[in-house]
């Protein structure tokens, strides 16, 4: 790359680069250096001219991104990231740094927008459309791919790497890769035409705007845009052509601003397209002084010295070595990043992916987050979610981490409501979790990762209100009034309370109560009913007034327990199935509704276990049902073992057909937790362990098929502990004799003194609040 041209009188210096190149971006900077533009155009929505200064402000640190969106529809949007290492970013700050006017010259975001709504072809779709891939985001061909190609690579990243980003900074001509690139450009665009016809457009715009810097700055214009366009600029065309081209556009009204951007939405791997496979890889390449190599391979001991990995300074030597051999090899001008990762796993991860795996997402890709001053423009709601993190200490990080919250304390709380009201908003900044804390109602777990698209989220849901709890009201309220079912509007307020939003609760109620008295649908009443008693367990923790909702509650439990056995005939294997996962949530939100204000008389419990019993002795519900209304009387305790047996024994008699006693079986022992109740009650054991052994051989072939799906889905330790079980036999060793009535052991009643002895380590092992917790549950840990 020698000869660098400069431009003729009257021609820009069109500098052509790769998006999100280090090399492109260390050759951007040499040349503004070396040329000292009095007007510095980069390719970019004109839009955000005035955010311009806002590049220069201390607290913006890329990755960032320009967001505009559509006015009145915020969920049209279209971003334009930037990194440090990205060309138009450091051309942005030359120019700041130098007090030179910067300005952006591609087609405005408001034809982009109006365009993807009028239908017009895009590649990606609304957001992802703006996104610039490689050297250009809407050419047909990959120009990467065809030069790398002409010049004997397989890949085009490698390529790439040998001829630009392994060229020092500064050495030789400034010029010179830019003269390079044009003629490669050119070269392409006469063998494969111009592109789409939108890249037509767009270069007529940018010339327009060349021709205005033109008229105030003379020959001392700078033009940053991707190498694809350069051949477009340079060539001399009529401005009455160019307006022509431009005749006619869509237009819709947009907002523009700075959002904060993530390395790994650069990366291909993150799904965005923007079209480099290691961010962090090229970070480090424009960040490194010198020995690049040297002090990427360091970067890498040190995590995985973090990582409890034994790695030494010897490590580090040895794989800059092999890496430099490698590149020898394979006739590169230095190692590149698969020359560095081939050291890595060979020296240090001793040929294993798994540690490999690692560099590559916390290195390679890497979560960096950038940030954007206070003074950026936003929408109030957006303020107002600023203002509460800080007030919360809930800090955005693009990595994904794990929140444990104590809702006992009030920050922990403020952070749970503001979680759970972004999510009722859209904002999809945490997901719930399973707790590994505790288990009670006082605890949460979230699992946290800021994404940058939910910048485009909060200014959609900015049409709600200005600030995060006025746009939860009113979404919840919105909701309620356009939800389809009732398990939505349920589901609508388990999240009001537990967002802690009162101002909604009452029109969410008004539509529940409609819509419970209207629904004659069983099966959505037993949908329903679970959520709506998970808002009550919830309102008790927060302090909220829940009466209403326990009312509604219990009438809903009325109506399920009139219109289950009837709705339970008749139905088929999959509408069986079904209703049996309705029936055990029945079950579960019975049992937390019992100690509700509605139901403290015990009364529900007692219909509930009527419908059981009901279930359980009629010979038109189908037997995954009735094995499972039997399974929960036993449970219960309101069933005694001779009881079940005897029932057992009628529906796996000779005159059943084989399918319905295997269905029986399986709501007996199948679902949640079946497996490991077989393994600890040997009473059940025992059951199942005498029907298997009698049933004949001819039979046996018959149920097999849904006998292997019952059992097949308990997890491995457990079959292998019931198959230990088998083996050893009634009284074998390690086995008490629990399969005869009347076992050691096993009396007709709850021993009382022996269950609460274990309450003084459960409050060692849950803390000096433990008996606010297991107050509740000391009933479930005699039984």
């Known amino acids: 790359m020698n000869g660098g041209r400069a431009p003729a009188a009257g021609e820009p210096l069109l500098l052509g680069v790769r998006h999100h190149g280090p090399g492109s971006a260390r050759a951007v900077r040499a040349a503004l250096e070396a040329v000292r533009p009095r007007v510095v155009l980069i390719e970019g929505p004109p839009e955000a001219d005035p955010l311009v200064p806002l590049a220069a402000d201390e607290a913006m640190r890329p990755p960032v991104a320009l967001l505009a969106h559509a006015v009145d529809e915020p969920g049209r949007s279209a971003f334009w990231p930037l990194a440090a290492f990205s060309p138009e970013w450091v051309a942005l700050r030359w120019a700041l740094r130098h007090g030179v006017p910067a300005r952006f010259i591609d087609l405005p975001a408001s034809h982009t927008l109006a365009w993807e709504r009028d239908g017009d072809e ?113 060539r001399r065309t009529g401005v009455t052509a160019d307006r022509a081209l431009l005749k006619g556009l869509p237009r819709i009204k947009t907002d523009m601003t ?184 006082f605890r949460e777990t979230w699992r946290l990762r800021w994404e940058p698209e939910l910048a485009v989220r909060t200014a959609e849901a900015g049409m709600w209100g200005t600030t995060v709890l006025a746009a939860a009201t009113a979404k919840a309220e919105a909701d309620a009034v356009a939800a389809r079912g009732l398990a939505d509007v349920t589901g609508l307020a388990e999240h009001c309370l537990l967002a802690a939003l009162p101002e909604a609760l009452p029109t969410v109620m008004r539509v529940l109560a409609d819509r419970a008295a209207l629904d004659t649908d069983v099966a959505h009443l037993a949908q329903a009913l679970p959520a709506l008693v998970r808002s009550l367990r919830y309102g008790d923790v927060r302090g909220t007034d829940t ?149 004949p051989a001819e039979t046996f072939t018959d149920v097999l098929p849904l006998l292997r799906r019952t059992f097949s889905a308990y997890e491995p330790g457990v079959r292998r502990t019931l198959g230990e079980l088998v083996r050893r036999g009634p009284g074998g060793p390690g086995r008490t004799d629990a399969f005869t009535a009347g076992a050691p052991g096993f009396g007709p009643g709850v021993d009382a003194a022996r269950a609460d002895a274990v309450l003084p380590v459960l409050r060692l092992l849950l803390g000096p609040d433990a008996d606010e917790e297991t107050h509740g549950e000391r009933a479930e840990v005699r039984r």
């Open 122 to 234: 895009r590649d990606g779709g609304a957001e992802a459309g703006a996104e610039r891939d490689a050297v250009d985001d809407d050419v047909r061909i990959d120009p990467l791919g065809v030069l790398a190609g002409t010049a004997g690579y397989d890949d085009a990243e490698r390529w790439w790497e040998d001829v630009v980003e392994h060229r020092g900074a500064g050495k030789g001509d400034a010029l010179a890769p830019f003269t390079a690139l044009e003629e490669a450009m050119t070269a392409l665009r006469e063998t494969y035409g111009g592109g789409h016809e939108r890249d037509l457009i767009r270069e007529a715009h940018m010339r327009l705007r060349i021709r205005e810097a033109q008229r105030e700055a003379g020959d001392g214009v700078a033009v940053v845009c991707g190498a694809w366009h350069v051949p477009a600029l340079r």
């Open 258 to 441: 700075w959002v904060p951007w993530t390395h790994r939405r650069l990366s291909r791997a993150g799904g965005y397209g923007a079209g480099i496979d290691s961010p962090g890889w090229y970070a480090h390449l424009f960040a490194a002084p010198d020995r690049p190599v040297e002090r990427w391979l360091i970067k890498v001991a040190g995590l995985l010295r973090a990582e409890d990995r034994t790695v030494s300074p010897g490590h580090v030597i040895e794989a800059v070595r092999l890496a430099e051999t490698l590149a020898a090899l394979r006739g590169r001008p230095l190692p590149g990043l698969g020359e560095a990762t081939d050291a890595v796993r060979a020296v240090m991860c001793e040929g294993s992916d798994v540690p490999l795996a690692l560099v590559r997402d916390r290195l390679v890709v890497d979560d960096v987050l950038g940030d954007v001053p206070d003074s950026a423009p936003a929408v109030p709601l957006q303020r107002d979610l600023e203002r509460t993190q800080r007030r919360l200490r809930l800090k955005p990080e693009a990595a994904e981490r794990e929140l444990d919250l104590d809702l006992r304390r009030e920050t922990d709380a403020g952070r749970s409501r503001l979680l759970h009201r972004l999510r009722l908003l859209g904002i999809a900044w945490g997901r719930p979790a399973a707790s590994r804390g505790g288990t009670g109602t």
């Open 547 to 695: 009466a209403a909702l326990a009312g509604v509650a219990a009438g809903l439990a009325e109506r399920v327990f009139v219109g289950l056995p009837p709705a339970c005939t008749g139905l088929d294997a999959d509408a069986a199935e079904e209703m049996r996962r309705r029936v055990d949530a029945v079950h579960g939100a019975l049992g937390l509704l019992g100690d509700a204000p509605a139901a403290r008389d015990g009364g529900l419990r007692a219909r509930w276990r009527s419908v059981l019993r009901t279930l359980s002795a009629r010979d038109t519900v189908p037997g995954v049902l009735r094995g499972r209304a039997v399974r929960l009387l036993l449970d219960e305790g309101e069933l005694a073992q001779d009881e079940a047996a005897r029932l057992m024994g009628l529906v796996l008699s000779p005159g059943t057909p084989p399918a319905d006693a295997a269905a029986w079986i399986e709501g007996f022992v199948g679902g949640s937790g079946g497996g490991l109740l077989l393994v600890h009650d040997e009473r059940l054991f025992g059951l199942v362990d005498r029907w298997l052994t009698a049933v």
